[in-house]
């Protein structure tokens, strides 16, 4: 059985640094050793854009062409049209295609699961594979849940989120009782923080009071910066383009804390199989 770890990065706020999120902490656990394939579940294309690969639309086979190889019973090739970045990861990239996709998965028989098939094709291949999905709880997003072992939601510490959050856990909660009993939350991440200001430090207070007790607010947190800003219209990761910034430390100690998770729940499994 494969021990490929895959985690959905999910919020249907948009904005919140979801792609940002996904591309650095891919990197950052190549940088410490592992395989790790990226999919970009949107059609807006974002994460492949910021891998460098500007003009989306002129891929050849994108995520769509795979979910439509698999929907129609002729994957042949799994590993054909996936991309592969200067920095270690794999990338399965995103088009418009994936738009028009979507509305077809709604007639089609066990359409939460055609991206879990896709991804059991590739994971032996892989230690993690993390999916940045698209700010919305559409058809494709239900894909993500269903396929993910667990999820990572970045959260703005600039706004409450308690609202937008609270449909979030909701949808989660579906998949978990009818379609993937064993999704988990491995825990919030605040992104677009600014220390200097009060209501940035209240918010962060309000989400450990509100939901700290119920899932895991990572140690971690990620500074607003400049420069996490501009790398994404640079092809590279914030550790290439600005390596002693603060996000890049940021997103360092990030990764470190998931990995660590990592190593707890096999930990735990070894005990449990003992």
Same mark, same amino acid.
């Given at each position: 059985?494969s021990?490929?770890?895959?985690?959905?990065?999910?919020?249907?706020k948009?904005? @919140?640094g979801?792609?940002?999120?996904?591309?650095?902490?891919?990197?950052?656990?190549?940088?410490?050793?592992?395989?790790?394939?990226?999919?970009?579940?949107?059609?807006?294309?974002?994460?492949?854009?910021?891998?460098?690969?500007?003009?989306?639309? =002129?891929?050849?086979v994108?995520?769509?062409?795979?979910?439509?190889?698999?929907m129609?019973?002729?994957?042949?090739?799994?590993?054909?049209?996936?991309?592969?970045?200067?920095?270690?990861v794999?990338? /399965?990239? =995103?088009s418009?295609d994936?738009?028009?996709?979507?509305?077809?998965?709604?007639?089609?028989m066990?359409?939460?699961?055609?991206?879990?098939s896709?991804?059991?094709?590739?994971?032996?291949?892989?230690?993690?594979?993390?999916?940045?999905?698209?700010?919305?709880?559409?058809?494709?997003?239900?894909?993500?849940?269903?396929?993910?072992?667990?999820v990572i939601?970045? /959260?703005?510490?600039?706004?409450?989120?308690?609202? !937008?959050?609270?449909?979030?856990?909701?949808? @989660?909660?579906?998949?978990?009782?009818?379609?993937?009993?064993?999704?988990?939350?491995?825990?919030?991440?605040?992104?677009? @923080?600014?220390? %200097?200001?009060?209501l940035?430090?209240?918010?962060?207070?309000?989400l %450990?009071?509100?939901? !700290?007790s119920?899932?895991?607010?990572?140690?971690?947190?990620?500074?607003?910066a400049?420069?996490?800003a501009?790398? *994404?219209?640079?092809g590279?990761?914030i550790?290439?383009? #600005?390596?002693?910034?603060?996000?890049?430390?940021?997103?360092?100690?990030?990764?470190? #804390?998931?990995?660590? !998770? !990592? %190593?707890?729940? #096999? +930990?735990l499994? *070894?005990?449990?199989? +003992?």
């Open positions: 059985m021990s490929c770890k895959t985690i959905a990065i999910c919020n249907q948009g904005g @919140v979801k792609t940002t999120t996904a591309v650095n902490l891919g990197i950052g656990l190549v940088m410490n050793g592992k395989k790790v394939l990226l999919v970009d579940a949107d059609p807006q294309g974002d994460l492949t854009t910021c891998l460098g690969w500007k003009d989306t639309d =002129a891929l050849s994108t995520l769509a062409t795979k979910l439509s190889e698999v129609q019973d002729e994957l042949k090739d799994p590993m054909s049209g996936i991309l592969h970045h200067q920095e270690g794999d990338l /399965v990239p =995103a418009l994936l738009s028009a996709l979507e509305m077809s998965l709604v007639t089609v066990s359409r939460e699961t055609t991206l879990r896709y991804l059991s094709q590739v994971k032996e291949n892989y230690d993690y594979i993390l999916i940045d999905c698209m700010p919305s709880l559409g058809m494709i997003t239900l894909n993500a849940l269903t396929a993910a072992d667990s939601i970045p /959260v703005q510490a600039q706004y409450l989120p308690a609202k !937008g959050m609270t449909q979030l856990l909701q949808t @989660v909660i579906k998949v978990k009782k009818h379609i993937n009993p064993d999704l988990k939350i491995d825990g919030i991440l605040l992104t677009l @923080v600014d220390g %200097r200001t009060n940035a430090k209240s918010t962060v207070e309000a %450990r009071t509100n939901f !700290g119920v899932m895991r607010i990572y140690q971690s947190s990620i500074p607003i400049v420069k996490a501009e790398v *994404s219209s640079k590279k990761s550790y290439a383009y #600005e390596p002693s910034s603060p996000a890049s430390k940021a997103y360092a100690d990030f990764t470190k #804390e998931v990995l660590a !998770g !990592g %190593r707890q729940k #096999e +930990r499994h *070894s005990a449990d199989a +003992r």
